[in-house]
């Protein structure tokens, strides 16, 4: 699947944010902890979801239930 396509693509899943607590990078202003999300695409390492700001974003696993 093309990224061009995600925001439009039909959902795979969604998932629960459980936590918006990072080492390294600013992820609170597009999380929210006990939200759901709408996962557009997954690999082993991310899930692509739609964040905060409407668009497609790329999180780790880590943050979701």
């Given at each position: 699947?093309?990224?061009?396509?995600?925001?439009?693509?039909?959902?795979?899943?969604?998932?629960?944010?459980?936590?918006?607590?990072?080492?390294?990078?600013?992820?609170?202003?597009?999380?929210?902890?006990?939200?759901?999300?709408?996962?557009?695409?997954?690999?082993?390492?991310?899930?692509?979801?739609?964040?905060?700001?409407?668009?497609?974003?790329?999180?780790?696993?880590t943050y979701f239930e």
């Open positions: 699947m093309s990224f061009t396509n995600w925001l439009t693509a039909p959902t795979i899943r969604t998932v629960a944010c459980k936590h918006a607590d990072a080492e390294k990078y600013v992820v609170n202003n597009m999380l929210t902890p006990g939200k759901e999300y709408e996962v557009k695409n997954e690999t082993d390492e991310f899930l692509f979801i739609i964040d905060n700001s409407g668009k497609v974003g790329g999180y780790y696993k």
